[in-house]
């Protein structure tokens, strides 16, 4: 039995979108995966990023979930250590209050912004550190079994959000596995610390109240394309515009230019991001997949396409959910 395939969608601001193209492209998607038989789609907490809108990640649930039926939808993930526990308890019950048995939420440490933004979110760079007390006072909030006496989130108190640990090292494998929730795994950018954390997990996996069994959902990048040469060239589109958000620092390159730094050691920490990624015409992506589900022991694969073009992105899910298969809910 195939494994059930989800997405992360990044919400990208393509070359010449706005923030509302960006925003319309991911309820298109929402809109289309339900239809094709997607498991759910997550969307990532970022700041400070000019080519990414989903910082707000509760409010972009919101508006998607008021335009599907079905689909599973959640944030993969909030970045907890920017947020009061509570807050983000009273989020994602508002959200599965109004959208019964559609909402999840994943929980990562990391910032998902540089210092100079972590200054202007207030948050304390120490605050990382109380991640795991954090992620407990949350989930007594969600199932009504508060960690504070006298403090309940309204919403949000009894609605057990499901919670998943996000992680690309072995912290959030320990964690995960102590804790006996679900564990995603960064693998479409993070890719190095798969096997051993993925191991790590299920070795020391803790049932739970959740979750009685360890259940791993891998990361993936994923360009389907109607032949090999056309996928290739929207994934040559992707790392060169990856070169231009981490080495561009508000410069621009062309193509040449772009290319040369991907041949630099600079450019080769980017190429690594991209180590998993299968790239191909639907066949070769299924082969693939099939392959790093087993590598990576993986109970769920979430892909992300890097496809720049817009209509290349949304096409590389529709032959993606063709040709394994996927049958609407």
Do not use: C
Not at 131 to 138: A, G, I, R, S
Not at 213 to 242: C, H, M, W
Not at 275 to 298: M, N, R, W
């Amino acid at each position: 039995m195939a494994l059930p395939l989800s997405i992360l969608d990044l919400a990208h601001i393509g070359e010449g979108e706005t923030v509302s193209d960006s925003l319309a492209a991911s309820v298109t998607l929402a809109q289309r995966a339900e239809g094709w038989g997607f498991e759910r789609i997550w969307y990532a907490e970022h700041h400070n990023m000019p080519v990414i809108a989903s910082s707000a990640t509760s409010v972009l649930i919101a508006h998607v979930a008021a335009h599907t039926q079905k689909i599973r939808l959640g944030a993969g993930g909030v970045m907890l250590p920017n947020h009061a526990p509570l807050t983000i308890a009273e989020q994602y019950g508002t959200l599965e209050t109004l959208h019964p048995g559609r909402i999840d939420l994943g929980l990562g440490r990391a910032p998902g912004s540089d210092q100079a933004t972590m200054r202007a979110m207030r948050r304390n760079p120490a605050s990382a550190d109380t991640f795991p007390q954090d992620v407990l006072e949350l989930q007594g909030y969600l199932t009504g079994e508060t960690r504070i006496p006298g403090v309940d989130a309204t919403p949000g108190k009894g609605t057990n959000v499901p919670l998943y640990i996000l992680g690309s090292s072995l912290f959030g494998a320990q964690l995960a596995a102590m804790l006996g929730l679900p564990y995603a795994f960064a693998s479409h950018f993070a890719p190095n610390a798969l096997e051993e954390a993925v191991a790590l997990y299920r070795r020391d996996f803790k049932p739970s109240a959740q979750l009685d069994r360890p259940y791993v959902i891998a990361g993936v990048n994923v360009i389907a394309a109607d032949t090999k040469d056309a996928a290739e060239e929207q994934f040559l589109a992707a790392k060169r515009s990856r070169v231009g958000l981490f080495v561009g620092r508000g410069r621009t390159f062309t193509p040449e230019e772009a290319d040369e730094i991907l041949r630099s050691p600079g450019g080769q920490q980017i190429l690594q991001m991209t180590k998993y990624s299968a790239i191909g015409t639907p066949a070769e992506v299924k082969d693939y997949l099939d392959d790093f589900a087993k590598h990576a022991q993986a109970d769920e694969l979430i892909v992300a396409s890097p496809a720049t073009d817009r209509q290349a992105w949304l096409r590389s899910f529709e032959l993606l959910a063709d040709v394994r298969g996927l049958i609407p809910a």
